[in-house]
């Protein structure tokens, strides 16, 4: 009894020195290390690709990336609990977050269309008409030339970064009416499909077959009009870092910046490369050319 | 002598065993009453904080209609009227519950007056199955059956209380179901015997006696039901159309306090406004389920009383 009691302690003893050794002992070159990048959903799909690719360059580094909204985002590397935030909005444009404070990256650049159910016989809006629906000042589809359909709109949840985007870029800042809120772009389209007469919003890389996409002022929503600004409802994505981060995060951000990542991911996950970009816009969407 | 002594003295490996397992559970209870604490303390301090920091009228909080934390409404003040949400909530827990306890007392009285083999051996393990589905499937189910047969046949854009109605009544069935046929069967057998013995019929019996005798528990569980209708956010929310809105009719977009909170949450950045708003929200709701639990048990004791008698 009291000798085994005394080769369990030992044993533990034994278990205790083996790990402590282990820990002192254990090979620190990049093992276990990791950033993590929390924010805008509209972002993930591109940061998630681009860690994933650089965690499989890069033996033992990791990317965690997680959703949660822009404001998430923001508000979390204000806080500094986190190495990156992804943001679909400039920390400016966010009540409550302190953009001085922050250091702006911006990864790429994703159009907004406007979509409408197949029913409502719609293919070009002006930009006035466009105000004038969602505004709530029309209601009907006959008014801008469809058929005799209600309209629904669909908007995104307040505070979204699209629908910022959206109300400043193509209603020209008026606010939308109260109407119905979704707060995934995936949701919008779906519902957009299935009602008549709906009509919503999404990024170009939502856009397919099951809804219209609609021209504005006659411009088509492509990314050659994007690039010159012809079409003018796009923003940026961000990755909103500290003001001085650590060599990891900087490494990461230069990374999804570099031509690699630019000339293929980025095209291929629907996004607009912000190489490509003809004009830059600032905070307060004052628009210069690019040489 | 002295070693009995000794034994007697010292503690037994049982009492000490017996010590060890009282201070394990009771601090397993602390630690639940903490986080209860915590919970109830961070909830309102940040819900708190939209009356006092931001100096929000409680009142036009409560009876406002227009809802844009972040932009002023038309009386100058933010706009954080809460009304369309609470009455959204409020609509959709009451129509559900209406709708959805004459079939869980039917069911339950089959299950357990009628057919109690049966009952016992189908409809309650199909019933308790679906307790067990997600809510994200009644959702899709809602959003792809529902909304488009509420569109077709009351009109509307499909989204509304009516479809959020639908929703949660399947939702919230099998748990009324359950706990009502619970409560019948605790009715005591004798009850039953002397109703037929007196040449009461079984309807008689079941009508007169039976569901007489199990009011407060069917009450306790239609409460139940209404407290799970109350919090459930992401099945209403892909239905109801989150317009926040006062609804004018059953089929026009509404929004309920938990879908505004699940959408807007991410959003917001903590301490500001926008935030401080929907922890006011959050705060709504935790004391509306102190609410429903305390009416529980207030049923739960008078029920008591009742059957003592």
Same mark, same amino acid.
């Given at each position: 009894?009291?000798?085994?009691?005394?080769?369990?302690?030992?044993?533990?003893?034994?278990?205790?020195?083996?790990?402590?050794?282990?820990?002192?002992?254990?090979?620190?070159?990049?093992? %276990?290390?990791?950033?993590? +990048?929390?924010?805008?959903?509209?972002?993930?799909?591109?940061?998630?690709?681009?860690?994933?690719?650089?965690?499989?360059?890069?033996?033992?580094?990791?990317?965690?990336?997680?959703?949660?909204?822009?404001?998430?985002?923001? /508000?979390?590397?204000?806080?500094? $609990?986190?190495?990156? %935030?992804?943001?679909?909005?400039?920390?400016?444009?966010?009540?409550?977050?302190? +953009?001085?404070?922050?250091?702006?990256?911006?990864?790429?650049?994703?159009?907004? +269309?406007?979509?409408?159910?197949?029913?409502?016989?719609?293919?070009?809006?002006?930009?006035?008409?466009?105000?004038?629906?969602?505004?709530?000042?029309?209601?009907?589809?006959?008014?801008? %030339?469809?058929?005799?359909?209600?309209?629904?709109?669909?908007?995104?949840?307040?505070?979204?970064?699209?629908?910022?985007?959206?109300?400043?870029?193509?209603?020209?800042?008026?606010?939308?009416?109260?109407?119905?809120?979704?707060?995934?772009?995936?949701?919008?389209? /779906?519902?957009?499909?299935?009602?008549?007469?709906?009509?919503?919003?999404? $990024?170009?890389?939502?856009?397919?077959?099951?809804?219209?996409?609609?021209?504005?002022?006659?411009?088509?929503?492509?990314?050659?009009?994007?690039?010159?600004?012809?079409?003018?409802?796009?923003?940026?994505?961000?990755?909103?870092?500290?003001?001085?981060?650590?060599?990891?995060?900087?490494?990461?951000?230069?990374?999804?910046?570099?031509?690699?990542?630019?000339?293929?991911?980025?095209?291929?996950?629907?996004?607009?490369?912000?190489?490509?970009?003809?004009?830059?816009?600032?905070?307060?969407?004052?628009?210069?050319?690019?040489? | 002598?002295? @070693?009995?002594?000794?034994?007697?003295?010292?503690?037994?490996?049982?009492?000490?065993?017996?010590?060890?397992?009282?201070?394990?559970? *009771?601090?397993?209870?602390?630690?639940?009453?903490?986080?209860?604490?915590?919970?109830?303390? =961070?909830?309102?301090?940040?819900?708190?904080?939209?009356?006092?920091?931001?100096?929000?009228?409680?009142?036009?909080?409560?009876?406002?209609?227009?809802?844009? !934390?972040?932009?002023?409404?038309?009386?100058?003040?933010?706009?954080?009227?809460?009304? !369309?949400?609470?009455?959204?909530?409020?609509?959709?827990?009451?129509?559900?519950?209406?709708?959805?306890?004459?079939?869980?007392?039917?069911?339950?009285? =089959?299950?357990?007056?009628?057919?109690?083999?049966?009952?016992?051996?189908?409809?309650? !393990?199909?019933?308790?199955?679906?307790?067990?589905?997600?809510?994200?499937?009644?959702?899709?189910?809602?959003?792809?059956?529902? &909304?488009?047969? &509420?569109?077709?046949? =009351?009109?509307?854009?499909?989204?509304?209380?009516?479809?959020?109605? =639908?929703? *949660?009544? &399947?939702? #919230?069935?099998?748990?009324?179901?359950?706990?009502?046929?619970?409560?019948?069967?605790?009715?005591?057998?004798?009850?039953?015997?002397?109703?037929?013995?007196?040449?009461?019929?079984?309807?008689?019996? #079941?009508? @007169?006696?039976?569901?007489?005798?199990?009011?407060?528990?069917?009450?306790?569980?239609?409460?139940?039901?209404?407290?799970?209708?109350?919090?459930?956010?992401?099945?209403?929310?892909?239905?109801?159309?989150?317009?926040?809105?006062? !609804?004018?009719?059953?089929?026009?977009?509404?929004?309920?306090?938990?879908?505004?909170?699940?959408?807007?949450?991410?959003?917001?950045?903590?301490?500001?406004?926008?935030?401080?708003?929907?922890?006011?929200?959050?705060?709504?709701?935790?004391?509306?389920?102190?609410?429903?639990?305390?009416?529980?048990?207030?049923?739960?004791?008078?029920? @008591?009383?009742?059957?003592?008698?």
């Amino acid at each position: 009894m009291k000798k085994s009691r005394v080769i369990q302690l030992l044993g533990l003893i034994l278990i205790g020195v083996a790990l402590g050794f282990g820990y002192t002992h254990r090979s620190q070159t990049n093992a %276990g290390e990791s950033i993590t +990048a929390v924010g805008s959903t509209a972002l993930q799909p591109l940061v998630e690709a681009a860690g994933e690719q650089y965690s499989a360059n890069h033996t033992g580094i990791f990317i965690n990336v997680q959703g949660g909204g822009s404001g998430t985002g923001l /508000s979390q590397i204000q806080s500094g $609990a986190v190495a990156i %935030g992804n943001s679909d909005i400039f920390a400016e444009e966010q009540a409550g977050i302190q +953009a001085s404070k922050l250091k702006d990256h911006r990864v790429a650049v994703v159009g907004i +269309a406007p979509i409408v159910n197949a029913k409502a016989g719609v293919t070009n809006l002006t930009q006035q008409q466009l105000i004038k629906i969602f505004t709530g000042k029309i209601t009907n589809w006959r008014e801008v %030339g469809g058929k005799n359909v209600p309209i629904v709109l669909i908007n995104r949840a307040q505070g979204s970064g699209t629908r910022k985007t959206f109300e400043s870029y193509a209603l020209n800042g008026h606010k939308s009416a109260e109407s119905q809120e979704q707060d995934s772009s995936g949701l919008a389209r /779906s519902i957009v499909s299935s009602t008549p007469g709906a009509i919503s919003y999404v $990024a170009f890389s939502y856009l397919d077959k099951s809804v219209t996409t609609v021209t504005m002022n006659g411009v088509r929503p492509t990314e050659a009009n994007v690039r010159n600004n012809r079409w003018k409802i796009w923003s940026y994505e961000h990755l909103y870092t500290s003001k001085n981060p650590n060599q990891l995060t900087k490494n990461f951000i230069n990374y999804v910046l570099s031509t690699a990542v630019q000339k293929k991911l980025v095209t291929q996950l629907g996004y607009i490369s912000v190489h490509a970009m003809q004009v830059e816009r600032s905070a307060t969407g004052k628009i210069t050319t690019v040489k | 002598m002295d @070693k009995i002594r000794a034994s007697l003295l010292k503690k037994s490996v049982a009492s000490k065993i017996e010590r060890r397992g009282k201070i394990i559970s *009771l601090s397993c209870l602390a630690l639940i009453i903490l986080v209860v604490f915590l919970i109830f303390y =961070f909830v309102a301090s940040r819900g708190l904080a939209t009356f006092f920091q931001n100096h929000i009228n409680l009142w036009s909080f409560l009876s406002g209609i227009q809802w844009n !934390p972040g932009t002023l409404g038309t009386n100058g003040q933010p706009a954080v009227g809460a009304l !369309p949400m609470i009455v959204g909530s409020f609509l959709i827990t009451i129509c559900s519950a209406l709708l959805a306890t004459p079939f869980a007392i039917g069911t339950a009285v =089959f299950m357990t007056e009628i057919s109690p083999r049966r009952g016992a051996r189908i409809l309650r !393990p199909v019933t308790e199955l679906l307790v067990g589905i997600p809510s994200v499937v009644y959702g899709f189910i809602g959003l792809q059956v529902v &909304v488009p047969f &509420v569109r077709n046949t =009351f009109g509307g854009s499909g989204y509304g209380i009516l479809s959020g109605t =639908f929703v *949660l009544f &399947v939702m #919230i069935l099998p748990t009324v179901t359950s706990m009502s046929a619970d409560a019948l069967n605790a009715v005591p057998r004798y009850y039953r015997e002397a109703s037929l013995a007196l040449g009461a019929t079984r309807w008689q019996t #079941i009508y @007169k006696v039976v569901l007489r005798a199990a009011i407060p528990g069917m009450l306790t569980a239609v409460v139940f039901g209404m407290a799970r209708a109350f919090g459930e956010a992401l099945a209403v929310q892909m239905v109801i159309g989150n317009a926040t809105l006062l !609804p004018h009719n059953l089929v026009s977009p509404a929004s309920t306090l938990t879908s505004i909170l699940t959408m807007g949450i991410g959003n917001t950045v903590m301490g500001s406004l926008q935030n401080n708003a929907l922890w006011s929200l959050a705060m709504i709701l935790l004391l509306m389920s102190l609410f429903f639990n305390l009416v529980i048990r207030y049923i739960g004791r008078k029920g @008591k009383l009742n059957n003592e008698r």
